[in-house]
């Protein structure tokens, strides 16, 4: 009977060890995954261009070309500028 017992509580050993090692290489394998599943998200956000979207845009900053008074535009000389040739 002993032979008996020793061996149930040598095969419920083993299986603890087992499901173990099962627990340890499914947390392996969740780790993997959830750098798999960035990386696929990443790549995803690059393919379709957004992957500098990140950050919010700026809006541009404009400078007025509208002259404070209209007290010295008789006076005023305008400037003007050829377009270069290519």
Same mark, same amino acid.
């Given at each position: 009977?002993?032979? @008996?017992? +020793?061996?149930?509580? @040598?095969?419920?050993?083993?299986?603890?060890? &087992?499901? +173990? /090692? =099962?627990?340890?290489?499914?947390?392996? !394998?969740? /780790? &993997?995954?959830? =750098?798999?599943? /960035?990386?696929?998200?990443?790549?995803?956000? !690059?393919?379709? #261009? !957004? #992957?500098?979207?990140?950050?919010?845009?700026?809006?541009? =900053? #404009?400078?007025?070309? /509208? %002259?404070?008074?209209?007290?010295?535009?008789?006076?005023? &000389?305008?400037?003007?500028?050829? &377009? %270069?040739?290519?």
């Amino acid at each position: 009977m002993a032979s @008996r017992d +020793d061996e149930t509580s @040598r095969l419920r050993t083993q299986l603890q060890r &087992k499901a +173990d /090692e =099962v627990e340890r290489l499914l947390a392996q !394998l969740r /780790e &993997k995954e959830a =750098v798999i599943n /960035e990386l696929n998200s990443t790549i995803e956000l !690059l393919r379709i #261009g !957004l #992957g500098h979207s990140h950050r919010p845009r700026l809006r541009a =900053v #404009g400078i007025s070309a /509208e %002259p404070t008074s209209t007290a010295n535009l008789q006076d005023a &000389k305008l400037v003007y500028h050829t &377009k %270069p040739q290519r």
